[in-house]
């Protein structure tokens, strides 16, 4: 099968991936990873248990996410100054924090969930316009969307780029089109090959490089206004969890216990251990994770990057 991205009919396997069962494909030309088999359609429940979402869809605990609304703040902000303005489509919205401060901005915001439950709090809290099924079943009108974004969406979707040329066709000309994804070819994917946290497996379908994106993108009439290598949401985690999971500590074990306080207790009280000497690492990981964070970035080898791109 060719690389949906460079074309190229050349692939070779990468490694067999921490899940069992799957490994990862990657182009031998513009470094696109596939995880092999794809999750089929009925398997996807497995993976995405009411509890990924969180309870009434909060995650983690209260210092995290008053970072994560932060982040997305200043997201919103920088979205508004560089797309025309108009309405708006998050593909993948999640808990629908970037939307409801683009609508304070004055933005016409839109939607698009997985399913009910993952659309729950951006419905019922934040009184959100949201649509739930698959994306590409959305019928839309040609050039309807000033903005589109896939933040950390892409990866997820089983055709990301049938995906992308359907926000191509319901973007106006001059609308700009916004995804972040990880990047298989950064610093921190390279070092830990299958033990990089955001490979995500199964749930990632598809591991982009910048390469393989930038391809992509301008085989669809995009031309990439920004690119940033810098994100503090997603890159130091990346590099703390990975040296962990790397050391051999039971799979992200502190993004579990991070993440609720059900997972939290059940996690502790079956690796005492463990919960002791991840908090012995964790100040001295930290502190190289941030400083990893300024060289990845120097680098242009960022673990997670934000592109920009404008219709043409
Ligand atoms: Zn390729």
Do not use: A, P, T
């Given at each position: 099968m060719n690389c949906p991205c460079c074309g190229s009919g050349r692939s070779s396997k990468a490694f067999d991936s921490i899940e069992p069962g799957f490994r990862v494909q990657q182009c031998s030309d513009c470094g696109l990873g596939r995880t092999v088999p794809a999750l089929r359609a009925e398997e996807l429940g497995k993976y995405y248990p009411e509890t990924y979402y969180g309870r009434?869809?909060?995650?983690?605990?209260f210092v995290i996410e008053w970072l994560v609304r932060l982040f997305r703040w200043r997201r919103a902000r920088l979205l508004r100054r560089l797309a025309p303005p108009g309405p708006v489509l998050d593909v993948g919205?999640?808990?629908?924090f970037i939307l409801s401060y683009l609508k304070a901005l004055g933005c016409e915001a839109h939607g698009t969930e997985l399913s009910d439950a993952a659309a729950w709090h951006a419905r019922n809290v934040l009184g959100l316009e949201v649509s739930s099924g698959d994306f590409l079943s959305f019928p839309r009108g040609p050039g309807r969307y000033n903005a589109v974004i896939f933040w950390h969406t892409l990866e997820h979707l089983p055709q990301p780029f049938e995906a992308l040329a359907l926000a191509r066709d319901i973007l106006k000309t001059g609308g700009l089109l916004v995804a972040a994804v990880p990047n298989f070819e950064s610093d921190q994917a390279r070092l830990f090959g299958?033990?990089?946290?955001?490979?995500d497996i199964p749930r990632h379908f598809t591991h982009f490089s910048r390469r393989a994106i930038e391809a992509l993108l301008s085989r669809l009439g995009f031309r990439i206004v920004r690119l940033d290598h810098f994100s503090f949401e997603q890159n130091p985690y990346g590099w703390l969890q990975s040296f962990l999971d790397a050391l051999g500590?039971?799979?992200?074990f502190l993004y579990d216990v991070l993440k609720d306080r059900g997972a939290r207790t059940r996690r502790i009280r079956r690796h005492p251990v463990q919960a002791l000497l991840t908090l012995l690492l964790l100040p001295p990981l930290a502190l190289l994770s941030l400083l990893l964070l300024l060289w990845e970035t120097a680098r242009r080898r960022g673990g997670a990057i934000e592109i920009y791109a404008v219709k043409q």
């Open positions: 009434e869809n909060v995650r983690f605990n919205c999640g808990r629908g299958r033990h990089w946290f955001h490979l500590f039971d799979h992200n």
